[in-house]
Every structure is written in C-alpha cells, then in structure tokens.
C-alpha cells in the first residue's frame, strides 16, 4: 500500500477526497490531510516513508511551490507529486513542472481525473519499486551459491539423508546466550498453493525474483517471532526455526507467525499473486531434533488437504486406533450399481457418501487421493462392460492422474465428479447412435442378475417384441435366449476367475438361483462343472 499525503487548504475539497475516492482500493493509504504546505513539510520529515503528496498551489504559511522545493530536497527515492491548481494559475504549474512535476490537476477535479492520475502514479511506483527490488535481487544471485549449498545441507539433514551432518556449526553467529543443544523451538514449513499454475504464469526470471521477494519478507516477519534460522529449499518450500518461548505460548506462536506470513505476502507482494499454506510442528526441545519437527511441520502442511489452501494448521498426533488399509468396498459397489442402472442422482448421493466415509476413516490424503482413483477406475471398467462407453484407458489415465495431482479434498470431490460426469455424457451420447439391439445388450448386461424377457427388453428399447426379436436374429446371429445364456456364461467365467465367490453365488450374479440349474447349464456350455474350471485354474 502506498502512503500519500494531502494538502489542501479548502475545508469541502478535503472532506470531498475523502469521500469521493476508495484510496485503499486503488492501493493508497492516506497518512494525513493536512490545511498548508508548513504542516505537510513537518509530517515529511518525520514520515520519509511517504510515497505521493497531493498539493494545492496556492496556501496560507507555505504554498505548494515551496513545499515542492522542499520535498526535492529530501534524500532517498523521489517522491510522486501532485499539483492542485485553479485558473489562471499556470505561471505556478509551469514552474511546478521545472521542478519535476509530473502530475497536475486543474480544479474542480473530477472523480475520473483524480482517479486516472493516480492510476498512472500507482504503475510508476510498481515499476520503481519492481526495477528497485531487481537490483536488490541482481546483488542477491552473488549469494545465491552459497545459500543453494545450505539449502541442500539442509535437506540432507532434515530429510535424514547424511546423519552426519553437525548443525550446531551453523548456529555460531548468534546470541551465545542460545542455547541450540538443550534450547526449546518451533519448526513452520510454507509453501505456494496451486505451484504449477505459478510456473505456468511466470517465466523463471519471473520465478526466481518471486521467490526472492517471498523470502526476505517471510525472513523479516520471522524474526519478530524469534526465528534463528531460516532456508528456502528449492523449488516451493520455505523452513523456519523459531525459538518456542514459554511454553504456554508455544502452540499460539506458531499459528501467529503463519498467519503474519500470510498478512504480509497479501500486503506487500503487489508484483505477483502467490498464496501460503502453513505447517507448524510441536515444541521440541535440542536442535538435534529438529528432523523430527520438521516431519511435523511437513504433515501439518499438508492438512490443507481438508482445511483448504491458504490455510495455517498445527501437527497434532494421528489418534491410536485408526482404520489401517481402509476402503469402502460396498459403498462402491452400490455407487457402481447405481451408474450402470442410469440412477445418477442416486449415484452422486453414494459417490459424496463415499468420500465422507473417506475422510472420517483417518486415512491420510495420499490414500484417499489413491482410494478415489481406484473407485474410479472400478467405475470405467464396469461401465465399459456394460455399456458403449467411448473412452480409451489412455484418456482415463490422464483424469486419473489429473485427481491425484489435487491439493485439496474440495479440489479432488469437484475433479472426481467432473470425471464421472464427462463418461456419463460420453455414454449419452454415443447412446444416440446405438442400433436398438446394441441398445438391448446394454439392458440385458446391466439385468444379468435376474430374469430378463424378450418383451422387457423390447419395451426397454421401444419396438414390438417380434420386430426386436427379427432385429436381434439379423444383427447377431443368435435367437434372444442363447445369447442371453452366452452372456451369463461369459460372466460367471469372470467372476469364477477373479472373485472368492461361491458357485452359488457365481450364479446368482447372472441370473441362476438355483445351484443345480447353474451348474447343470454352466456343464452343458463349457463340457465341465464350475468347480472343476477352478481346479483347472490352480493347476495352470
């Protein structure tokens, strides 16, 4: 946010900037309204951080021309501005502009006028303050060596990869009142939400310089909170150790000291737009454990699976007891029915059960992120099976890994839905084009469990039974009932194959609820009971 001053001499016209123009929303805070030039010089010698002054020409005690001299005269950045002048007053604008004004309005000013200038200054500043900053970070990169080396340091260390590694050397440069051996310490990890649209919107000078700026204003917060170190590992992960102060504190400290992040990216980062989430780990005592708190720190990040992005969360320990390998098999199952018998509403209810059922399991967001796949592609393949569905396993794969790449679980239900919605409409469509006794196939696969007629299927379809019945003989060569007997042949083949079932619950999964029948026909299909085609299998 920009500091500007006003000096205006005219009670209405000061009470009108005030009301007339949103200041902050066009990225100005007003620091004083002030009557005369004597007034507004005072509040700048103590205030050298003011960025635009606003000046009327003609005041009592010292007008905006000797204010303007004055303001020149002040050391650092050139500050931005703005003249304020009436009719026939341009002798005093001409001379304003020798003096390197820029900017002069002539009064009445109007909203438009007055918010066109300061557009135009804001944009002077951001590239001032953008070409400042590059030169700061083109003195930055003399050092970057050294600090790609203790960033690697670091990650060997914190990620156990060289226990050899003696950190106490690091800390040499502090207070030697810190106690690093025995000493009590927090451990936050930031890192971007939503990183690849951040490669993907800045190019890596871009990038660097982003990082850079993120750094030193994350550095700077830090400090206020005791940090003693602080590293940014490449390419999106900023490390911070703190000392935890008392421990009645410690847990507030660390929730603070990420928001404090957050406030000030959103409050000086104008160049660029980047988001934080935040891990803090628990008290720790000893550097020697800092590995450890870093692991907290880390999986308190990625909490923001469930409490969103932008978000600061706390490591608290995984309760005891927690469902281990978890997966909602006959949720799946019915969601699974459900879409193949053309009941989306129904389908969606079990799909949001499903996932709830996911996150109250304890499971981490890895496996929820992996459990959704799979339930995912379950659902492609039985919709493949029963239905024309014209997507390729190379197009799912794609979705599949799309949804594992989601950093969050409101991300991930919205993703997985769009998926299941995108093979709901591919099937619709290519329904259009479907003969009716592709159509019919389709009913009978999705019915195979229980007793299907000619005449169900017919109506199904929307002809005459006969007229189906002709249709069905020319396409496929078989009469209804044998292909029907085929299909169910074919089907418990699969499940006798790649299920526990029993025989008798193969045949009540495509339509026999007789056990005798079911093997009876299965033998006179196949020349050999179902027990035997199993017997056959473990041989093989």
Same mark, same amino acid.
């Given at each position: 946010m920009y500091k500007l001053l006003i000096v205006e001499d005219e009670l209405s016209t000061r009470k009108w900037f005030t009301k007339i123009i949103n200041?902050?929303?066009?990225?100005?805070?007003?620091?004083?309204?002030?009557?005369?030039g004597k007034q507004a010089w005072e509040i700048l010698k103590e205030r050298p951080e003011v960025d635009v002054v606003m000046t009327d020409i003609r005041m009592p005690y010292m007008d905006g021309l000797e204010l303007t001299e004055r303001i020149r005269s002040l050391p650092g950045e050139p500050v931005e501005i703005v003249i304020l002048s009436g009719f026939g007053e341009f002798d005093y604008a001409q001379q304003a502009i020798k003096l390197g004004v820029r900017d002069y309005l002539l009064k009445p000013v109007t909203k438009e006028q007055l918010t066109e200038v300061f557009e135009t200054i804001a944009r002077r500043l951001d590239e001032r303050h953008l070409q400042s900053t590059k030169i700061q970070y083109a003195n930055q990169m003399q050092k970057e060596k050294a600090l790609l080396q203790k960033a690697q340091i670091y990650e060997r260390w914190l990620t156990r990869k060289d226990i050899l590694i003696?950190?106490?050397?690091?800390?040499?440069?502090? @207070?030697?009142?810190? @106690?690093?051996?025995?000493?009590?310490?927090?451990?936050?990890?930031?890192?971007?939400? @939503?990183?690849?649209?951040?490669?993907?919107?800045?190019?890596?000078?871009?990038?660097?310089?982003?990082?850079?700026?993120?750094?030193?204003?994350?550095?700077?917060?830090?400090?206020?909170?005791?940090?003693?170190d602080s590293v940014l590992m490449p390419p999106n992960r900023y490390v911070f150790l703190l000392e935890a102060g008392s421990e009645s504190k410690v847990d507030n400290k660390g929730v603070l000291a990420g928001h404090a992040f957050q406030e000030s990216l959103n409050k000086y980062?104008?160049?660029?737009?980047?988001?934080l989430s935040v891990g803090c780990s628990q008290r720790f005592e000893g550097i020697s454990n800092v590995p450890e708190a870093y692991d907290q720190a880390f999986k308190a990040l990625r909490?923001?699976?469930?409490?969103?992005?932008g978000s600061v969360n706390l490591f608290h320990p995984s309760p005891q007891g927690q469902n281990e390998g978890f997966y909602?098999?006959?949720?799946?199952?019915?969601?699974i029915i459900a879409f193949k018998q053309g009941d989306e509403q129904g389908g969606y209810g079990l799909f949001?059960?499903?996932?709830?059922?996911?996150c109250s399991s304890g499971e981490s967001e890895d496996s929820i992120r992996f459990i959704?796949?799979?339930?995912?592609?379950?659902?492609f393949r039985q919709l493949r099976e029963v239905k024309s569905l014209p997507v390729t396993s190379e197009v799912m794969e794609m979705f599949i890994e799309e949804i594992r790449c989601q950093e969050t679980y409101v991300e991930l239900t919205e993703k997985a839905k769009e998926l299941i919605q995108f093979m709901l409409q591919s099937i619709a469509i290519e329904a259009l084009s479907l003969s009716p006794v592709s159509k019919g196939i389709e009913y009978m696969k999705i019915k195979l469990s229980r007793d299907i007629s000619l005449q169900e299927v017919a109506e199904y379809v929307?002809?005459?039974?006969?007229?189906?019945?002709?249709l069905f003989k020319q396409e496929k060569g078989y009469n209804f009932v044998d292909f029907l007997v085929r299909l169910r042949m074919e089907k418990s083949l699969e499940l006798l194959e790649r299920t526990a079932l029993t025989v008798a619950q193969v045949g009540d999964e495509v339509g026999y609820q007789s056990y005798r029948y079911f093997t009876k026909v299965f033998k006179d299909y196949y020349a050999m009971t179902p027990t035997q085609f199993r017997e056959r299998l473990k041989m093989t």
């Open positions: 200041w902050e929303q066009n990225g100005f805070e007003v620091i004083a309204i002030v009557e005369d003696s950190p106490e050397r690091w800390f040499n440069q502090f @207070d030697a009142q810190l @106690d690093i051996v025995n000493g009590s310490f927090l451990m936050l990890v930031a890192e971007f939400d @939503d990183y690849t649209k951040f490669t993907d919107n800045y190019n890596d000078e871009d990038q660097k310089l982003c990082r850079f700026i993120v750094h030193n204003i994350l550095d700077e917060i830090s400090h206020s909170y005791g940090a003693v980062l104008r160049l660029f737009n980047v988001q909490y923001k699976f469930f409490t969103g992005k909602p098999t006959e949720l799946e199952k019915r969601l949001n059960e499903f996932l709830r059922n996911l959704v796949g799979e339930m995912l592609v379950n659902l929307g002809i005459s039974a006969s007229y189906f019945s002709t």
